[in-house]
């Protein structure tokens, strides 16, 4: 059986369409979170994490991080051996915001623990701020958990 190139272009057709047609609804089913509702805002305010990175970045050391189950072991520099600093945290997944975890701690000398449940194991960008002698410092890095 012969087909006429009428039919074959008529085919090609319908099957270009119908891939459309999948393409269109296979995104409109796609979650689409933004990394927070008010992110534009926060973008003109992104300075003040930059200001923060560079004080993190000035101390005599880098910032240590060893994850164990539930918990991650921070080790400061030797400049906050003298007394206790409070600060907050957050681990960020970036596929999905409900995964996200956040809580305060307290920074007590220059070794730290934060406890933490996840929803399930990933990748996750801790996100560390602090405060010490009126300074705000902001410190992240990539974490499997």
Known sequence: MKINWGYTIVIIYSVFIIGILFMVYRSSIEKKDLVSENYYAEELKYQEVIDQSANTASLSSVIKTLAKEGQIQLSFPSEFNESTYKGSWKLYCASDRSK??????????????????VPVKGLFQLQLTWIKDGKKYYFEKNMTL
Do not use: E, L, R
Request: with cysteine; charged share 20%; glycine share 12%.
């Open 100 to 117: 996200d975890v956040s809580g305060n701690c307290d920074i007590a000398g220059a070794k730290s623990t934060i406890s933490y449940k």
